[in-house]
């Protein structure tokens, strides 16, 4: 379509959540944090009395097709609900991740990220970004760090937060959801083929921002 749109894919605390926001900041555009959609609907799942599991995904998908989540000012909101602390735990992550391997779940989100899609352009931040939700994107940036790196940030951003938290068994998790994204059926975590690969192991936010932002401008 006419509206540009920037995939940014990756593993989880890759730091691209981060990268894709600041992308979208400098850039005007808008900013679609898809993982967010999945951490909502594990949260209503879970509040409505449905166990994250696939005997339940006909009515989990039920529930994601009318999903009264809306984001407004960096807030996350479940209809009058905030909830934008509730979802950031590891707990919900993990849920989020089982809730995304629910094939009816994936499709029922569809249209609510693709209605992201909204001049001047986009940024989207998520798994499948450049491989199933919007595929003609002219530019996907595939972001990942070594697990060493990603468990360090993480600890460190948890511990900033005063969460206490051990650095093996963040590292454990997460290994274990990028094994759970990567090798579900459907819209598995992997690159797009037409990807830009950036490792930010050995890169600061900002540097990982302007790589982002240079890729992007040579294909202009
Ligand atoms: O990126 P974030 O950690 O918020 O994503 C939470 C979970 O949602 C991921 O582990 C993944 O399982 C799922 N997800 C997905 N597809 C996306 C974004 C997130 O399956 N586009």
């Known amino acids: 379509g006419r509206v540009p749109v920037i995939c ?5 605390a890759s730091g691209k959540g981060t990268v894709a926001a600041e992308v979208a900041k400098r850039l ?13 609907t594990a949260l209503a799942a879970t509040r409505a009395g449905l166990a994250i599991e696939p005997s339940q995904e006909a009515a ?16 996350v909101l479940l209809g009058a609900d905030d909830v934008t602390e509730a979802i950031r735990t590891e707990e919900a992550g993990m849920n989020a991740s089982r809730v995304s391997a629910l094939p009816s779940v994936r499709l029922a989100l569809v249209d609510l990220q693709h209605g992201f ?3 001047p352009g986009l940024v989207a931040d998520g798994r499948d970004m450049g491989t199933v939700i919007f595929p003609n994107a002219p530019y996907k940036v595939y972001m990942t760090a070594s697990a060493a790196c990603r ?3 993480r600890y460190k951003q948890l511990i900033s937060k005063g969460i206490s938290a051990n650095i093996s068994e963040l590292r454990a998790d997460l ?4 094994a759970r994204d990567q090798s579900r059926a459907v819209a598995p975590l992997k690159p797009a083929a037409d990807a830009q690969w950036l490792d930010n192991s050995e890169l600061s936010i900002d540097q990982s921002v302007q790589q982002v932002l240079a890729g992007w401008l040579q294909r202009q």
């Open 28 to 40: 005007g555009y808008h900013f679609l944090d898809s993982g967010a959609m999945y951490r909502v």
């Open 8 to 12: 940014i894919d990756g593993p989880t």
């Open 117 to 119: 899609q909204a001049l």
């Open 60 to 75: 989990i998908a039920a529930l994601a097709r009318a999903l009264p989540v809306r984001f407004e000012d960096g807030k």
């Open 175 to 178: 290994e274990a959801r990028d």
């Open 151 to 153: 468990a360090e940030r």
